[in-house]
């Protein structure tokens, strides 16, 4: 019976609401009030948001924190010994009984995962016994829960923020179904309970950036933005996608609950290939490469800024470039088992971190700053999951503090985009912060979100994002405790000459930990540059603008101003209580760690690194701005470097795009004129033959009648002959 | 009262040669519409077939063959040793017959016959009469080729789809159409030649294999026959070898493999819009049908050992040469014909994958290609219509001058991208997830190919659809307009079996499972990667019981023990 209390129920109407808010707009709100399109978006995602808390707090038993200490005694003692497995497997076998007590206990007590089936999507063999079998199965659990409140909130903002953004644009309901599209894709993407069906969501939501990346599709840079935008997507998907098959072909299974409910079974494949789950490992994070626009694949993102400033709040900061920070913290009961694959994780984040924060230094676009900082801040989270490579009991605690970054700036980043589409707004589509300054009188409610946004971005002492990077530092400055030593080998070709290049686990992260509180710095100073260059100084206004640029209706305000509060104390309420941590360790397949203590000296550190931002980008864009100005002709060439984005898009157009094109002329060249010329070849030989034949064939009947004649003469003469011999 | 497959096959030619007989001079409406009527009382037809079809229990028949067809007609045709009561006779017998991949193919081919029909509605004028007999006829020779079950009738519906088609090119075709038409004609004639001799030597070694093993053929052309005898007896390695490559070299030219594919894009931008629309829709169809039908069953050793490494690594370079001749394009057309060599590469990679998953992948991507490149070309067709160009560098911004268009231009363009949702996701992962068990290399590289393709089609958008508007200097009097509600029509039935094949490929997998699986039985299933694969294979089945039924801590003992190198296998499986 349908029980609408019961999670497992109505789990598939989350999805469900959105999706048929898009059917609605595509099939009859396409045609009939158009300018109301927004109304079933809006009732949709408020279903799907109401039932996303409902889920929050029915998918964990209650009391979930209280049990916590008790489970986790027992859950710590199973996995120690799980690790004692590990090293020495044959002596546990001989004593089978002494963990299942362990491990019973723990699970029967554990974190459960609910799931249901819609129907069967894929399968090959007979029902009974499958080979492959892909249906098509929701399921959540901890960490589910917490994406899609994540997920549904921010949506749910921002279609009501883009109801008075977009109003008046001719493709109001197809922004408004593509939104709904989007919206039921990534809910699927949390709730997808196997790992193809998380791949097709995967790539739908892909679909949907592209769509409104393209939304205004007349313009070139658009529909250049948003083919960038899905072909570098591929890329990472073609990772992801061999990475799903190495694990069919290894387990025989795509399914999360059957992959991650038991990490003793994953741990006895290891024992007999150690190396799969870091081939895993890697083309799954390839996949998370391209989605979360990490370095190098992350030049995607801020040319995704051509679409709709809503897109870029929901899309491209807060949500769908999150879901490869998902992959990852999701995968965790396989990432824990390839360290190498970690520290990989750790040092793309931080190289995407420093690069991103170096850019954002000198961007002119309030969207690009945006931009360059939601790829600065991803590449923390995966700095963060990646810290668990120095020890599988930072795990836990390393997929938490990642995911609560992930929280935290999806609430800071809307906040800020919102506020710059707020700026656009009234400056008539005006983003190049050169054109307009001192809008802090006459944008007072923008003013406000735009200043929490960036005070919890800069880390500013007890806002969010002070809490959620704080804790990011924290864990790699756990991590540099790491004493194991590893070698890199580099080979040069066609010699013998090699470099070893050797590091403990301790020296890697430390510099890992320094490039964080560098960027830290920067994101301060970053921030509050754009802050300042906006919103400060003499008060100047583009022509665009028309006379009285307004403020936000109050469609726009109302979302901005819930925003700007949750930016501002939503990682206050979750992080120190270690509310958000205690209930994501409800995750099943999570191995259980401990609470870390807060570290003071990084507190410390990143407080006055934040401060420190924000001073610097006051002196210099505000109280004498002639600083700025000096520095930047003093050192044009670094400027220029960083303003391009180091210059990535150039060296990938010479090096990657321009090569492919060529050899595209080239190979349709060779078709052209190789292997068809061979093949018209062959066609010409029976043209060669008749060639050779053809003067026989004259035409004139004196020549026809001398070889008649021939012939009867040479006939004649061998019958004669015949005759001659039997006489 | 005949059988409704034999309706099926000729209902086509017969409406073909009355249109011709009768009416010859008939005016462009009546040709059409009698054309229209008559494809889709044929594929009113083949849904009834199907209905048959279905009726029929299979589950019964999975039999030992690889090759089983059901709805069998005979019809002796030759009957060379009369049969007696001591001995059974030889005879020769016409054979037609449905088996479920078959049936898939029908019914894209009656399906797309339609569009065929709907899409030349005013891009024909001259002629018509001659041109939807044309189409008719060669609808007719498609249904057939699926139909056939005994060597000639296939080989004779095989080379008879070439007739209408060069017509079809060669009178209605573009400026080059007589070269395209013949080049087109010759090659893959040559190319069958080589095949029948191929076929011939086949039914000799069959047929001296069943006097050896005193089983004689009693029709030694029928296909289940022959594919029954050498499942039990196989020919010698170096036999199958030699007949493989026969036999493959007319199939290979008409797929076609890499480097045997440059007649397709000429015959393509040459063909009118209906003719490519059936030749990438179908007709290529043929020669990985050829395969499944003719190689796959009957000379596995072949297939394994020569096939799977030559038709793989072919199928391979096609898929990224393709991709990457299709990037270099201006024309429009020329564009989707490069695509299809890589499609049909995803294809055969899927069957030369040999196992469930790569053969059934195989299947669906000719289905699934056929929809999309077919209504592909038809999209093409409706803007030449508008513009007379296909030049993607005289063209920009259309889909603010026609929406709908647009609409289907973006659809199409992700399902043939392979966008999970849409179908071509569904058989190109199953080919590739097949190939991958068999090969992971040829696997991996197959795979770039989905991002070459995100690349060239997303290009075809981002040119000549997005930006702002670019239209060429058109010569026509009227305005250029949205698509009318004929061409609405003639592209939903093909964008809506897209999306339904993307939803709910089930039903499709499973109409062909019975037959995909009696054929890769013989080829087993080889597991894993290389190394550590006994360990591996046994793992999955205490994985996938842990979470059903078995208690957990019975289970963990099992795997501690697995996990010990010593562990005799017979505990391993409770």
Known sequence: MFDWLKPNDVLWLIPAAPLLACLWIVVVGHVVRRQYAHRPVVVAIAISTALSYHLLLNVVPTGFVERDHGAHAETAAAHEHAEHVDSDTPADAEHPDVPEAHTHAADASGPTAISTTLYEWIRIGSEASPTLSIPVKLRADAMTALMLVMVTTVSLLVAVFAS???????????????????????????????????????????????????????????????????????????????????????????????????????????SQQPEIFTFICMLLFVGAIGKSAQFPLHVWLPDAMEGPTPVSALIHAATM??????????????????????????????????????????????????????????????????????????????????????????????????????????????IDMRRFSGLRSVLPITHITFLAGALALAGFPLLSGFWSKDEILSIVFEATKGTQLHSIKVMFPFTNYHWVIEFTTGTYYTLILGVGLLASLMTAFYTFRAYFMTFWGEQKFPEEAGHHPHDAPPAMAIPLLILGVAALIVGGIAGPTHLYG??????????????????????????????????????????????????????????????????????????????????????????????????????????????????????????YAMVMLIGLVVCLVSVLRVLAGTL | MPSLLVIMIFLPAVAAVMLLLLDAKAPPVRARWTALLATLATFVVSLGVASQFLAVDRTTSVSVNPVHPVMELKHTWLNLVPATPEAPGISLEFSLGLDGISLSLVLLTTLLTISAVMVSWTAISERSAEFYACLLILESGLIGVFCAFD?????????????????LVGIWGGPLRRYAAGKFFIYTLAGSVITLLGLIWLVVETYQMGLKTHEPLETPLSIPAISGLLMTNALSTETQVAIFLMIAAGFMVKVPLFPFHTWLPLAHVEAPTA?????????????????????????????LNVGLPLVGALSVIGIVYGSMCALAQNDIKKLVAYSSVAHLGFCMLGLFALNNEGVSGGVLQMINHGLSTGALFCIVGMFYERYH??????????????????????????????????????????????????????????????????????????????????????????????????????????????????????PVLDLIRPDVESLTKMYGDVKAMKGAKAQVTQLPVSLTELASATPVSETITNLQKLATPEAPKSEVRP
């Open chain 1, 164 to 270: 008075g953004y977009m109003k008046g644009d001719p493709g109001y309901p197809r922004f408004f179904a593509s939104i709904a599209l989007f919206v039921f894709s990534m809910c699927m993407l949390v709730l997808a309970g196997n790992f193809l069906l998380m791949f097709v969501f995967w790539e739908a939501v892909g679909l949907c950036s592209y769509l409104l990346i393209g939304f205004w599709f007349k313009k070139p840079s658009a529909a250049a933005a948003a083919k960038k935008a899905f072909v570098v997507n591929r890329i990472g998907d073609f990772g992801f996608i061999l990475g799903v098959f190495l694990i069919w072909v290894t387990f025989d299974t795509l399914d999360f609950d059957v992959l991650f409910a038991n990490p003793l079974a994953i741990r006895a494949i290891v």
């Open chain 1, 321 to 430: 470039v999150t879901a490869g920070v998902y992959l990852v913290a999701r995968c965790t009961p396989f990432f824990i088992l390839a360290p190498k694959a970690q520290m990989f994780v750790a040092g793309i984040g931080a190289v995407t971190a420093l690069i991103a924060a170096i850019t954002a230094l000198t961007q002119y676009d309030l969207k690009r700053v945006l931009a360059y900082s939601t790829v600065s801040q991803l590449g923390y989270m995966f700095m963060a999951l990646g810290a668990a490579g120095a020890g599988t009991n930072l795990a836990t605690l390393a997929v938490t503090f990642a995911m609560f970054h992930m929280f935290t700036h999806a609430f800071f980043k809307a906040v800020l985009f919102l506020s710059a589409g707020s700026v656009m707004h009234s400056m008539g589509d005006v």
């Open chain 1, 582 to 703: 205690n209930y994501l360790a409800q995750t099943p397949g999570l191995p259980a760690g401990d609470h870390l203590q807060p570290n003071m000296l990084m507190m410390g550190i990143s407080s006055v690194l934040a401060i420190l931002g924000i001073g610097l980008a006051y002196v210099c864009y505000v109280a004498t701005p002639a600083i700025a100005r000096d520095m930047k002709s003093s050192m044009s060439p670094l400027h220029a470097f960083s303003q391009s984005g180091l210059m990535l898009d150039y060296l990938y157009l010479r090096f990657v795009v321009l090569p492919l094109r060529l050899l595209a002329q080239i190979a349709e060249f060779f078709d052209r004129w190789v292997i068809d010329v061979i093949v018209d070849c062959f066609g010409f030989v029976p043209g060669l033959f008749g060639a050779i034949l053809r003067p026989i064939h004259s035409g004139y009947v004196q020549n």
């Open chain 2, 151 to 167: 060597l000639v009738l296939f080989y004779v519906f095989f080379e008879f789809t070439l007739i209408p088609l060069f017509f």
């Open chain 2, 275 to 303: 003719g490519s629309v059936l030749l990438a829709g179908v007709l290529l169809k043929l020669g990985s049908y050829g395969f499944l039908r003719l190689c796959l069953p009957i000379l596995p050793h072949a297939c």
């Open chain 2, 389 to 506: 160009t296909r030049e993607l560098s005289q063209l920009g911004g259309l889909a603010s001058r026609l929406p709908l268009l647009g609409v289907a231009m973006v659809f199409t363009s992700f399902a043939s991208i392979g966008l999970p949702g849409l179908n071509g996701f569904v058989g190109e992962m199953l080919a590739l997830i097949g190939m991958f068990k068999r090969d992971p290399i040829l696997a991996v590289i197959g795979a770039s190919g989905v991002v070459l393709g995100a690349w060239y089609l997303l290009g075809v958008l981002q040119k000549a659809f997005f930006g702002p508007l670019q239209e060429p200097h058109h010569h026509g009097h009227e305005p250029i307009v949205d698509l009318n509600a004929r061409e609405v029509l003639t592209l939903a039935p093909l964008l809506a079996a897209c999306l339904w094949l993307g939803l709910f490929p089930q």
